[in-house]
């Protein structure tokens, strides 16, 4: 299975490339108060990407720690001896 990752992390790397070279146009984001930022459209798409994924991990962090929380309260419920 591994012979088979590597050429498709390759394919996957070049496909990714050739969106960056053909999006590599200058797009300018407008904000309050006529600021504005000239940005290439990949820089624009690779920023907004990655705040959403740390947006979606944040949320996905706390939902993971209240059940690792509720895991231990059931493991300690569950423990020999407690006498419930």
């Known amino acids: 299975m591994k012979f088979l990752l590597w050429p498709l992390r ?19 984001l407008r904000f309050f108060f006529d600021t504005a930022w000239s940005l290439p459209l990949v820089a624009v798409m690779l920023i907004f990407f990655a705040f959403g994924a740390l ?7 706390g939902a993971w720690l209240r059940q ?13 001896g407690r006498g419930h």
């Not at 947006?55 to 962090?61: I, K, M, Q």
């Not at 309260?73 to 423990?79: F, K, P």
């Open 68 to 80: 690792r929380r509720e895991l231990a309260r059931l493991r300690a419920e569950a423990r020999p």
């Open 10 to 28: 390759i394919v996957l790397f070049i496909v990714l490339l050739g969106f960056a070279i053909k999006n590599s146009g200058v797009v300018t």
């Open 55 to 61: 947006a979606g991990l944040t949320v996905a962090l």
